[in-house]
């Protein structure tokens, strides 16, 4: 599929999934750990600094943020897990969210699953990739924040996160790094190979 990534805009803010938006077109979710770089991926893709507010502070996400992909697609940007700096209450509020999300039978195309190549896996991430591989959800893995790391120090890291985790045999891997934008014209073109295959 041709899609302009260029031509990405904000759509609407959902506090609930009563509020979801009716849509024809594949839905790419990007789902990840607080501070894992979802608002900077976003901005990445759409060569902007301007699209989706990056904050300084993790777990400022608390809503679905919706952007149309150059009327082909919806994004929708889900709210971080793992705050632990976050009330019980606010947590609990944004991760029924989530859940609700996923288990509310609307029809998810991709999900852009994002890690933070320099952080641990938590148990969130490790609980977030099982419930992709038993949902059957085609997803992506997008380490980001990549440049903090030489070319040799990035393959070992990426050699070790392989054998971690139990990856979906057709899931795709990719190290991105937003600030330079290495890895992000590779991951646009597999976005758009799996959506023209839907």
């Known amino acids: 599929m041709n899609i302009n990534f260029y031509n990405m805009k904000y759509k609407m803010t959902c506090a609930d999934v009563k ?3 009716e849509t024809e077109v594949p839905e790419i979710v990007i789902s990840g750990r607080s501070n894992a770089g979802k608002s900077s991926l976003i901005n990445a893709l759409a060569n902007t ?9 993790p777990g400022k996400t608390r809503e679905i943020i919706y952007f149309d992909l150059d009327g082909k697609a919806l994004v929708a940007d889900l ?10 209450e606010v947590t609990a509020k944004f991760s029924d969210l989530c ?8 029809k998810i195309s991709l999900v852009l ?8 896996p938590s ?29 040799a120090e990035l393959r070992k890291q990426l050699s070790s996160l392989s054998e971690f985790f139990d990856f979906d045999n057709n899931a795709e891997v ?15 073109s597999a976005i758009s190979d799996i959506l023209g295959n839907i």
Do not use: Q, W
């Open 79 to 88: 709210p971080g897990y793992g705050y632990s700096a976050a009330s019980k």
């Open 174 to 188: 990719f190290a991105v790094s937003s600030k330079d934008k290495k890895g992000i014209n590779d991951l646009k």
């Open 19 to 21: 509020g979801l938006p």
């Open 113 to 120: 699953f994002l890690m933070d190549i320099r952080r641990t």
């Open 123 to 151: 148990e969130e991430d490790v609980g977030m990739l099982d419930f992709l591989n038993h949902a059957g959800i085609p997803y992506i893995i997008v380490f980001t924040k990549c440049d903090k790391f030489s070319a």
């Open 49 to 57: 600094n301007k699209l989706a507010r990056v904050s300084g502070k």
């Open 99 to 106: 859940d609700n999300y996923f288990r509310c039978g609307r």
